[in-house]
């Protein structure tokens, strides 16, 4: 029957194991893999000030980005594919709120700068290899 | 109640009570926004609804763990606690900070980052919180004769989060490193080391109330933690399956994800093990029934339904859909919050002296809240399944979809009122205990004395 003794090294003993594992997984993304996957050489001051501005007015709070988020507005992954710039920016400059089918987005205005700073940011999300998702629909297979 | 200083805890099961109507609030207003009636968008857009829903979620659950440990830690380590006085400016502190992060975020004053929205400043001050916090526990610890494993894994547990707070402080110019290292902050805190607070508190509720040898607890709470962590430091992958990280974390993450029930299903044996082999019949029905409802509901909640779209496969199609809500309400309705209410249900009537531990208010309380809940989180599911469908397979537009899947919000918020309700009747009985007392304070065990006083 197991001892208490045995049952403390099957704790530290697997979490140290795990964690050192888990470490070197994390070394290998960070150093050798996610630069190359997100093209990291293509962050540009722009696509990191639209960063800056996504967080700043917690956009996250209803759309989802690399399906992270809310689920009251759309995932914005790909948004530059489906709806193309002079759309996004529209919505964007808005000084009214935008609302598509009722659902309100909040009028943030912002200016010609933010707005390409923020497409820039979605054009980047967009070339990012997310190992398959969003999946294409069935209807588009 | 053994020691004067355990009152202390009282004040953070208040300010845990309050906040968590904050939040219930707050969830009311995002549901009627998914039904179409977002009247409030002027002075609280869905975003600010939103974040102060999940942070309220967890700054009251950390006052519960908390309020958990001033009560735990002493009469573990059979001494006062550290200093009274500390803990008192450090929840004052700590409710301060909160109040102003979420008066921030109706002016658009957050960092946006999901779960981890408190301003930059405030992430400080909460660092110095926490510390004190900590600084109280550890010294409590450090003077005490005594030191159990329940202390120790409970304050491990504390120590951890804190620790795990700080990736999260890091500023990525990069989306995917940015998620990458919130998840060490988000994932690693909620299947990772608050289910190492979640065992040490039900250990030591399960000694208290099942009256099982110390010693036999205690060595399943080793593995069942063990279990935890190997499972769960691996199965971050879970998040890193789709935020342009490498694909070797399809592999690992559905492997040591599909294992993440384990803990919880260890969690919920322990628990209804222990309670079969109990030697005692304890009178306090209301704690053991949360006790036990908290296992169980973890299980199904955080276990069950996190598995069942872990898979890569499926969570391809699932990924920040309202399947992720579903599974996020009972899992931390389960795992959490009932193990709050568990410790409050024990540590109530035993410091104020007051029996009120087997009523109808409070078993109504129990089962109204928990139907709700399960209501809640049928209509999550049903709407984030139809989601998927119409949306990640037919290809319908999002805002199409949404129209389709609006009426499952009417039922979510029927399930949510009955949920409601059941917390008022909560709420009722809580208040009706009054304030802590000194004349509360026992020589003899607490389980005898509940015996010899009587329901």
């Known amino acids: 029957m197991l001892s208490k003794k045995q049952a403390r090294f099957f704790f530290f003993g697997g979490t140290i194991l795990v964690f050192i594992i888990f ?16 093209h990291a050489d293509a962050l540009t001051p722009e696509v990191v000030a639209g960063k800056r501005l996504w967080d700043k007015n917690n956009c996250m709070g209803c759309h989802t980005i690399f399906g992270e988020g809310a689920y009251y507005a759309p995932e914005l992954t790909k948004v530059i594919e489906r709806r193309g ?57 | 109640m053994k020691y ?8 953070f099961f208040v300010a845990c009570m309050v906040l968590l109507v904050l939040q219930i609030t707050y969830g009311f207003i995002m549901a009627f926004a998914h039904l179409g009636y977002d009247g409030l968008h002027a002075i609280t857009p869905f975003n600010t609804a939103r974040a102060v829903h999940t942070n309220l979620l967890v700054v009251w659950l950390l006052c519960g763990f908390m309020g958990a440990a001033y009560y735990i830690i002493p009469e573990e380590s059979k001494r006062e606690l550290y200093s009274i006085k500390l803990a008192y400016i450090q929840l004052i502190s700590f409710l301060l900070v909160g109040v102003i992060a979420i008066a921030g975020y109706h002016v ?52 951890f989060a804190a620790l795990l707070y700080l990736p999260g402080m890091i500023w990525f110019d990069s989306q995917t490193l940015d998620s990458f290292f919130r998840w060490w902050v988000v994932h690693l805190w909620v299947e990772g080391v608050w289910e190492l607070i979640m065992g040490g508190i039900l250990a030591y ?54 294992l993440e029930p384990l803990a919880f299903l260890g969690m919920a044996l322990f628990a209804i093990t222990m309670y079969m082999r109990s030697g005692r019949n304890h009178p306090n029905k209301l704690a053991l029934y949360w006790t036990m409802g908290c296992a169980i509901t973890a299980f199904v909640g955080a276990g069950l339904l996190g598995a069942a779209h ?24 389960g795992a959490y919050a009932m193990l709050i209410f568990a410790v409050i249900s024990y540590a109530m009537p035993l410091m104020t002296g007051r029996k009120i531990y087997n009523n109808m208010t409070g078993l109504l309380a129990f089962w109204f809240s928990n139907i709700g809940m399960i209501g809640m989180t049928l209509s999550l599911g049903v709407a984030g399944v139809a989601q998927v469908y119409l949306e990640r397979k037919l290809g319908l537009s999002f805002m199409q979809v949404q129209k389709e899947i609006e009426v499952h919000f009417f039922v979510m918020i029927i399930a949510a009122t009955l949920f409601s309700t059941g917390i008022t009747l909560y709420l009722i009985n809580f208040f009706r205990y009054g304030k802590p007392k000194d004349e509360a304070i026992l020589s003899e065990t607490e389980f005898e004395s509940l015996q010899s006083q009587g329901a």
């Open chain 1, 23 to 38: 470490l070197g997984m994390t070394w290998d993304s960070i150093a050798n893999r996610i630069p190359e996957q997100t």
């Open chain 2, 108 to 159: 658009n004053w957050w960092e946006g980052r999901k779960f981890l929205e408190i301003p930059r400043p405030l992430d400080y001050l909460v660092v110095i919180n926490v510390l004190a916090f900590l600084f109280n526990i550890l010294m409590t610890l450090w003077k005490a004769k005594e030191r159990t494993t329940t202390a120790m894994v409970l304050t491990m547990g504390l120590v």
């Open chain 2, 205 to 258: 509720l399960l000694i208290k109330i099942t009256g099982v040898d110390r010693e036999v607890i205690e060595k399943w709470l080793y593995v069942i933690i063990g279990l935890t962590f190997i499972s769960g430091i691996l199965g971050t992958g879970h998040h890193y399956y789709y935020i342009g990280t490498p694909n070797y974390w399809l592999i690992v993450g559905g492997i040591f994800s599909a």
């Open chain 2, 4 to 11: 004067k200083s355990q009152k202390v805890a009282y004040w």
């Open chain 2, 310 to 333: 872990t898979l890569p496969q499926v969570n391809l199609y699932t990924h920040g859909t309202l399947v992720t809500a579903m599974h996020g309400h009972m899992a931390f309705w």
């Open chain 1, 85 to 141: 710039e002079p759309y996004i920016k529209s919505v964007l400059t808005s000084p009214v709120p935008w609302a598509p089918n009722g659902r309100k987005m909040v009028a943030y205005g912002f200016s010609n700068e933010e707005a390409e700073n923020l497409i820039a940011y979605f054009r980047w999300i967009g070339n990012v290899d997310l190992n398959g998702f969003p999946a294409k629909p069935d209807i588009e297979k």
